[in-house]
C-alpha cells in the first residue's frame, strides 16, 4: 500500500496563490493514479483534480479549471496542486488520494489510499 501525506494549507486572501504538496511512501508510487478532492463543512468531498500514473493526462473540476494545475514528480514521489486566484468558495480540507493501476477518476470511492487532509481557507 502507500501513505499519503498532504501539505501546504493555510489561510490566504482572495485572489491569492497556494501549492499543496503531496507526499507518497510506501510502494512504486509511479503506479497509482492520483487524485486531489476537497471538503468543505456540511458539504460532500469533491472532486478537484485528477493525474495519471506518468503525469501525461490531467482532469479538472469545472470549479476550479484554469486556475489549478496538478502535476507529480514521481522520482520525488510527490503530487502538488498549484492553485492560483482562489476564491472563498475554495475554502475546505483538501485530500489527495490514490489509486492503484488505472486512470484517475472523479468518484471518491474508487481510491484506496488518503492522506489526512490539509485545512485551506481563503479570506475576502
Known amino acids: 500500500q502507500v501513505q499519503l501525506v498532504e501539505s501546504g494549507g493555510g489561510l490566504v486572501q482572495a485572489g491569492g496563490s497556494l501549492r499543496l504538496s503531496c507526499a507518497a511512501s510506501g510502494r512504486t508510487f509511479s503506479n497509482y493514479a492520483v487524485g486531489w478532492f476537497r471538503q468543505a463543512p456540511g458539504k460532500e468531498r469533491e472532486f478537484v483534480a485528477g493525474i495519471s500514473r506518468s503525469g501525461g493526462s490531467t482532469g479538472y473540476a469545472d470549479s476550479v479549471k484554469g486556475r489549478f494545475t496538478i502535476s507529480r514528480d514521481n522520482a520525488k514521489n510527490m503530487v502538488y496542486i498549484q492553485m492560483n486566484s482562489l476564491k472563498r468558495e475554495d475554502t475546505a480540507v483538501y485530500f489527495c488520494?490514490?489509486?492503484?493501476?488505472?486512470?484517475?477518476?472523479?468518484?471518491?470511492?474508487?481510491?484506496?489510499?488518503w492522506g489526512q487532509g490539509t485545512q485551506v481557507t481563503v479570506s475576502s
Open positions: 488520494a490514490a489509486r492503484p493501476w488505472g486512470v484517475a477518476r472523479t468518484t471518491a470511492a474508487e481510491y484506496a489510499y
